[in-house]
């Protein structure tokens, strides 16, 4: 009865009773998923006993790295003390309060208070009640409508998925819901057509101003962008978007939110995105790397604009999750920020490892299948194309991604592809030996790809 199963025993049961999030569940049971047992550092080991070194932290979270003891002590400590209590009906726990405290003493002066949730998704969700919220107490209550972008992504949810601007995720359930409009990305390299990246960053923002006139500005409440695009292929934006994006959102009184789920935490070498680009935002989402994924948690940043309202006006806000500011995860969240200021982790990523992985990032731009290199910090995204020159793509970019994708997989790095661009997004603890591994299992998969396929 006590018997450890067998892998395939595993398999077999994963494929009769596990349904996984964003998977084609016919074809992976025909093909047997793969199972993660353990993982140090970096490195991650999966039930064959292959090792793979992590080029994505997990799924964008596991910032300081797997086997973190301190963590660990730190989760168990709190499970004895006080494994759970709320903070609703007047009540709430030291870490939730001293978490709140430690992300505000990083978010700016003008952002000091945190909303707590479980995931991105709901502080998605968050965010999207609350921006309405706070234009009805201002005696606006008209301005409910929210603008976002095409191939940003949001979360899961019904508002995450109906924000997120995933045609594929739309097509699942009548999605968006009311009230949420979509303008372009700042994608240059496939829709800037003729245009130097910087006149392309300054119209695509424009497309906002656009949509804001089309909607009516006493109608919208808010617009949400992620500061670089994650999920849809690491679009890094022009260094003329940000600027433009910020001063429409305050010439036309519409509330501005960064959705720093990844950027936040210090991936960009800043400790959020906003920071980074030079923006103040109203409301930011976040979650990953809050706690680095070692339990789940998430919240929104509020700041004083928004908060003074909240606090002062708006009296019951008729929402929260039974594990907002969960003890635990918030206890296991405090030590994780303490290792990274600790550890001076945000200033690594800006001094030293960062620019390193830069040199070697943009080093592939050289390949002859690769049509840019680009990266912030340690986040990076690798654009392949059939003609340099021109930048014309590959006929099949979805089966593209995949191909080198498997390839780095194969070869024991962990990449991962959305469409025809490589993402990369590793822990800030990688040492400069596993910088220069990844770039190597990535070129020679890119190799690959130049031998196999041509159009
Ligand atoms: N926002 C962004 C920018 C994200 O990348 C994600 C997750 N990848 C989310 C929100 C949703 O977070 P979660 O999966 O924790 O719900």
Not at 52 to 66: E, I, T
Not at 159 to 187: F, R, T, V
Not at 188 to 206: C, K, T
Request: hydrophobic residues 40%.
């Amino acid at each position: 009865m006590n018997e450890k199963p067998t892998i395939s025993n595993l398999a077999a049961i994963d494929a009769a009773h596990h349904i996984h999030p964003f998977s084609d569940m016919k074809e992976l049971n025909a093909k047997g998923t793969r199972i993660i047992e353990r993982a140090e550092g970096r490195h991650i080991w999966d039930s064959t006993g292959k090792k793979y070194l992590d080029g994505f932290a997990g799924l964008w979270c596991v910032n300081v790295g797997y086997g973190r003891k301190s963590i660990a002590d730190a989760a168990y400590r709190q499970m004895q003390e006080l494994p759970y209590y709320n903070s609703f009906f007047g009540t709430t726990t030291p870490p939730a309060i001293l978490l709140a405290q430690k992300i505000a003493s990083h978010a700016g002066p003008h952002m000091n208070r945190v909303f707590f949730t479980n995931s991105g998704s709901e502080a998605t969700d968050t965010w999207f009640r609350m921006a309405r919220v706070y234009w009805k107490a201002l005696g606006m209550p008209e301005k409910t409508l929210v603008i976002a972008r095409r191939n940003g992504y949001h979360g899961s949810t019904v508002a995450g998925a109906s924000l997120g601007g995933m045609k594929l995720m739309h097509e699942q359930g009548n999605l968006p819901i009311d009230g949420i409009h979509h303008i372009g990305q700042p994608y240059w390299y496939a829709e800037g057509g003729d245009l130097s990246p910087e006149e392309f960053g300054l119209q695509a923002a424009r497309e906002l101003e656009a949509k804001i006139d089309e909607l009516g500005e006493d109608k919208v409440a808010a617009f949400v962008a992620e500061p670089i695009q994650g999920a849809g292929g690491v679009i890094i934006p022009p260094d003329t978007y940000w600027p433009e994006i910020s001063r429409i959102c305050k010439a036309r009184n519409i509330l501005l939110v960064s959705d720093e789920v990844i950027c936040g935490f210090g991936r960009l070498g800043s400790w959020f995105g906003y920071q980074h680009y030079g923006f103040e935002p109203d409301l930011a989402p976040i979650a990953k790397g809050l706690s680095s994924g070692y339990l789940p948690i998430g919240g929104v940043l509020v700041s004083d604009r928004v908060a003074d309202v909240m606090v002062n006006e708006v009296g019951d806000f008729f929402h929260g999750y039974t594990y907002s500011g969960h003890p635990v995860a918030a206890a296991a969240a405090l030590e994780n920020l303490r290792i990274i200021e600790d550890e001076g982790l945000v200033e690594r990523i800006r001094d030293d490892i960062g620019p390193y992985f830069a040199k070697g990032w943009k080093s592939l731009e050289a390949h002859p299948v690769v049509g840019q290199a680009d990266c912030v910090g340690l986040i990076g995204g690798l654009q392949l194309a059939a003609d340099k020159a021109t930048r014309r793509r590959y006929a099949k970019p979805d089966d593209i991604g995949s191909l080198v994708r498997n390839h780095c997989l194969e070869n024991g790095l962990i990449m991962r592809a959305t469409a025809d661009r490589m993402l990369a997004s590793p822990a800030f603890t990688i040492t400069r030996g596993e910088v220069d591994e990844m770039v190597g299992t990535l070129s020679k998969a890119l190799d690959h790809l130049a031998e196999t396929v041509t159009e």
